[in-house]
């Protein structure tokens, strides 16, 4: 008896995914746990386990595509086998005996519940799919799947359709098996194929000829809005018309910060395999001053200002899936050595794309560095659900009043943007300033 899973719920109560690609085929057999496939959520890439033993049946959902929670991915063959849990969402006739079965098994074996994997996947929100339950013609085993007037192509090739606006319906298929390939989306996309009727086809091939030469690809780049890139326009926005942002600068002489990370470089103090830098006393900075200043750490929910005793520091990531601002918890509470660690794992999670959704959930006060990019300062968009957000521009040398004398040292310039119906000017500057005077004198951090 075959059963179908579903997409579960993986957290933060999102509602939709993007599936990015299949770990297995059709006609594997896999293990309990065995990763079948990889998502991407408006927040982070998710890989999902199996939660059962057995053979795939069938793929129900085309890489590239967009899919709701609930929806039907895969299907297992040959029944469920011992020792393994169905999961809920399946189109088993017993799914609910088989639900409440699963979780006393679990905890007689003393394995964890998988994430997604409850009661939410199985909802009565859920629409039966056409067919359900019913074995498959065997062309929708092949990777080249085809239903009645659905044009054969492989996932990969239905992705780059769907980014290059083409309709694979209108595209004349030169494949062995009748199957649309690469090149015929490529070329309906020129202009150069035999039906490149979409809208965006057409449009393409017009620039490609009035240009004279060169391919769609060559004069244009198609990047689908989607993922974690339109969940953080949709909060930059969100934030940018819902609170009057106010921004003030200040530049800060941190000479001393410089020369305190030299020494922590060159001591190998915090231990052999943390990597420090200035940001780490940026951090140290900004959770001081919030002690001394903590209506900075707060935000509005409906008629009240809630001020937080804790500081969970947000530290923007730009990753090559855009930008997201996961947070280290308890930041407060932290010695050098536990943020350096903390602010280490979190950027290399960061980079690999999988920075978990509570990660990026719960932030109280974020910074921004944008001096890695070369650049001096900026006004920056403070995340949802806080207050004040803070940028750390480019370290230069520039001649600074010392005394009597001008003399060369390490300049950067701080910037804060707040929310002024949370934080008047006294406040937001008394807070600048103190994170000024930390990064002026480190000393005062380790107080």
């Not at 795939?56 to 890489?63: F, G, K, P, T, Y």
């Not at 974690?228 to 969100?238: G, T, Y």
């Not at 750390?392 to 950067?412: A, L, N, Y």
Request: glycine share 10%.
């Amino acid at each position: 008896m075959s059963f179908e899973f579903s997409l579960p719920d993986v957290g933060e109560g999102l509602t939709e995914a993007d599936l990015v690609s299949w770990k297995v085929a059709v006609g594997d057999t896999v293990t309990v746990n065995q990763i079948l496939v990889e998502i991407e959520t408006a927040k982070s890439l998710v890989e999902l386990p199996s939660p059962q033993a057995g053979p795939i049946e069938a793929l129900l959902v085309d890489e590239g595509q967009t899919i709701e929670v609930g929806t039907p991915i895969i299907r297992f063959g040959g029944g469920d086998p011992a020792g393994t849990s169905e999961p809920a969402g399946a189109s088993s006739p017993a799914a609910g005996d088989a639900q409440a079965s699963s979780e006393s098994t679990d905890e007689a074996e003393g394995g964890a519940t998988l994430v997604g994997y409850g009661a939410k996947a199985a909802s009565s929100k859920r629409r039966p799919r056409k067919g359900a339950g019913v074995p498959a013609p065997a062309e929708t085993t092949a990777p080249a799947t085809a239903s009645a007037g659905k044009p054969l192509a492989k996932p990969p090739v239905r992705k780059l359709a769907k980014d290059l606006g083409i309709d694979l319906a209108a595209v004349v298929p030169t494949g062995s098996r009748g199957e649309v390939t690469r090149d015929d989306v490529k070329a309906a996309a020129s202009g150069t194929g035999a039906a490149a009727t979409s809208a965006t086809g057409s449009n393409v091939g017009a620039a490609t000829a009035s240009a004279g030469a060169g391919s769609a690809d060559e004069l244009e780049e198609r990047i689908p809005f989607k993922g974690v890139a339109k969940m953080m326009a949709k909060a930059m926005v969100d934030s940018a018309f819902t609170m009057p942002h106010v921004t003030e600068f200040l530049d800060v002489d941190v000479t001393e910060t410089m020369a305190f990370v030299r020494k922590l470089k060159s001591t190998k103090f915090l231990g052999e395999d943390i990597k420090v830098s200035p940001l780490l006393l940026v951090a140290k900075a900004v959770a001081w001053a919030v002690a001394r200043n903590p209506r900075i750490n707060s935000c509005l929910e409906g008629e009240e200002i809630v001020v937080k005793k804790y500081v969970n520091l947000g530290i923007a990531a730009a990753t090559p899936r855009g930008l997201i601002v996961p947070n280290i918890k308890g930041a407060h509470a932290m010695g050098l050595t536990d943020l350096a660690q903390s602010i280490q794992d979190l950027t290399a999670l960061a980079r690999s794309g999988k920075t978990p959704p509570a990660d990026q959930s719960g932030g109280t006060i974020t910074i921004t560095n944008v001096g890695v990019f070369g650049v001096d300062a900026g006004t920056p968009i403070i995340n949802p659900g806080e207050a004040a957000i803070l940028a750390f521009g480019q370290i230069r040398k520039k001649p600074w009043v010392v005394g009597d004398e001008i003399v060369p040292r390490d300049i950067t310039t701080l910037s804060v943007s707040a929310d002024h119906r949370v934080v008047d000017g006294e406040i937001i500057s008394k807070f600048l300033a103190d994170v000024g005077r930390g990064l002026e004198d480190p000393t005062l951090l380790l107080a």
